[in-house]
């Protein structure tokens, strides 16, 4: 089965700092891989996602590049802000997703 | 509308007991998911339905017991509740298998055993 290892499992920055989050997967088969951004109390939103067919994507503030070759693929913030702060979930998987352990984004005013 | 709507939000009760969280989806899609997460805020799927049917079930105990009545509801009944079985869970849904379209999740129940 799938197996996908996120990176760091907590980063702190200053606003207006960006914010970069990296995760690894096993299954070569997997072609789709979003971002989920839970806040505190609250249920996972997609923000952003890539197919394999894609290098990057970019969503405002939001940016996510694969490597399939490497299987990794990174969610990049720009401009952080303090509503930024939650926990990140990378995923991946083809028909199922499998997440990533999370990622606590902290941003100070 | 509330596109995934699970109930209840908030469930305490006593090692031993019976409980179930009922899920219902609004959106047509075909396939409906069960997430455990833990106090560490891992999300682990427990199990996936697709139009009614079973097609994944990760090694959860079999005191979990799913049931899908038709595809926009998928209810989750808990048999001789464990302190251990204390989480949050999570309903969601996607458009199918096969290409994936990314999870609508609902509000989660938060599970506490005593």
Redesign the interface.
């Known amino acids: 089965g799938e197996n996908v290892e996120q990176h760091p499992s907590t980063l702190s920055v200053q606003e207006g700092d960006s914010a970069v989050i990296k995760c690894t997967y096993s299954d070569s088969a997997s ?2 891989f ?1 971002w989920y951004k ?1 806040e505190l109390g ?5 923000i952003i ?1 890539i197919r394999s067919n894609v290098g990057e994507k970019k969503d405002q503030r939001i940016a996510v590049t694969l490597n399939k070759t490497a299987k990794h693929f990174s969610l990049h913030i720009t401009e952080t802000q303090p509503e930024d702060s939650a ?1 990140y ?1 990378c995923a991946a ?7 990533g ?2 990622t ?1 984004l902290l941003v100070s005013p | 509308d509330t596109a995934v709507s699970q109930t209840p939000k908030y469930l305490v009760t006593q090692m031993g007991n019976d409980k179930s969280i009922k899920c219902e989806q609004n959106l047509g899609h075909d396939t409906m998911y069960w997430y455990k997460q833990d106090s560490k805020k891992f999300l682990k799927i427990m199990f996936s339905y697709n139009n009614k049917e079973l097609i994944i079930n990760e090694t959860v105990p079999n005191r979990f017991s799913p049931k899908s009545p038709d595809k926009a509801h998928l209810n989750l009944h808990i048999n001789s509740l464990e302190l251990g079985d204390s989480a949050v869970y999570f309903c969601a849904s996607s458009q199918g298998t096969g290409r994936q379209y990314g999870y609508t999740f609902g509000s989660g129940t938060r599970l506490t055993v005593v």
């Open positions: 072609n789709y979003p839970q609250k249920r996972p939103q997609l996602d926990v979930f998987g083809y028909s199922t997703l499998t997440f352990k999370g606590m």
